[in-house]
């Protein structure tokens, strides 16, 4: 005796998800199947609209329901600055600040060699491609702060220095209302390198 | 700016399930905009199914594609003895050992007093009715040996306790394989007490 066909094959799926071990697996799909018929529904219906009505922008990568998304698609923004981020949910990170107003690509991923994540599996090709119509006069480069983060700051370092674009990095440094003490030792380093001028 | 509505709907959705947070809800949400239409199908559609085809056996509480589950089906099970377990997956773990020959009954959880999980929200009465039926003449209270398993198991005893019949706990002590330095003092106090003549 096993699980039940129906059962099994949500095992099954569940467990290819990130994150999900076979323990979790087991929980949320017992969850499931107690659960009223009508949650159960809405969740497979997101999945399925969410692959549907979603998709990446042709231009930067970022989640759009149209061809392109929201940001490539408004006049309003200079063209000639393009800030590279990782994920789709950084750009929403940066728009929430409200202090930006170019344009953005977003990488889908960073390159990270532990997980065998090579450069040709991020949308890098497709940057250069965008920075080799002469538009873009500065890349500002916003990967994460960690490992693969930087990583990936350097290959792209690599590949756009000696073009005529300007190429900054976001900067470390001690996060805004943060102690100075609490501050690890690497942010605290970066935070002495990174010093400006005052004022 | 916020995510668009087809990922918002999916967060949501997503962080309803036990043990998903906002963290993890996102992680499998840009996981499922990034895999093939085919997974993500395949996912929607195994939610569907386990609601539809799958229910619980009317009579013990284990899963099943029919009205009564395949070991109540069966004619060749003992139904002068139910072992009383919390929850469907472990009836499948007792089939597994082939050394039970008698039927089940699921409580679908455990009293759980700091969760507010009362008796009530389980499958007691239902078991009550059963054993008022004069079949039943053992019943084995193989609830899990944590603290609500064995809340429980004292609160069906407390119920039964009285009745014409037989009620035994499954044994708890040292597991089968294991050293003696290894166990814990619970569970050595517990073999010590629950020692059986050496033939």
């Known amino acids: ?29 017992f969850y499931l199947l107690r659960t009223s018929r009508e949650e159960a529904r809405q969740l497979a219906q997101a999945i399925v609209d969410v692959k549907e009505r979603l998709r990446f922008c042709t231009l930067c990568f970022n989640l759009s329901e149209a061809d392109r998304c929201p ?36 990488l889908l991923g960073a390159i990270a060699p532990l997980e065998g994540v090579g450069p040709e599996l991020l949308k890098i090709d497709e940057l250069l491609h965008r920075l080799s119509e002469g538009t873009v006069q500065e890349v500002i480069v916003a990967t994460d702060a960690d490992k693969d983060g930087e990583i990936t700051a350097a290959h792209l370092s690599k590949l756009i220095r000696g073009k005529p ?32 001028e005052l004022f």
Chains 1, 2 share one sequence.
């Open 1 to 29: 005796m096993t699980y039940a066909k129906p059962l099994t094959m949500l095992l099954q799926a569940l467990e290819r998800l990130p994150g999900i071990g076979p323990r979790s697996a087991e929980r949320i799909a």
């Open 165 to 196: 674009i300007r190429l900054t990095r976001i900067a470390s440094g001690i996060p805004v209302g943060s102690h100075l003490e609490y501050a690890d030792q690497a942010t605290l380093a970066r935070a002495l390198e990174g010093r400006r």
């Open 71 to 106: 940001v490539c698609q408004d006049p309003a923004r200079d063209p000639s600055i393009i800030c590279v981020v990782e994920e789709p949910k950084d750009v929403l990170a940066i728009e929430k600040t409200g202090s930006f107003r170019g344009l953005y690509h977003v």
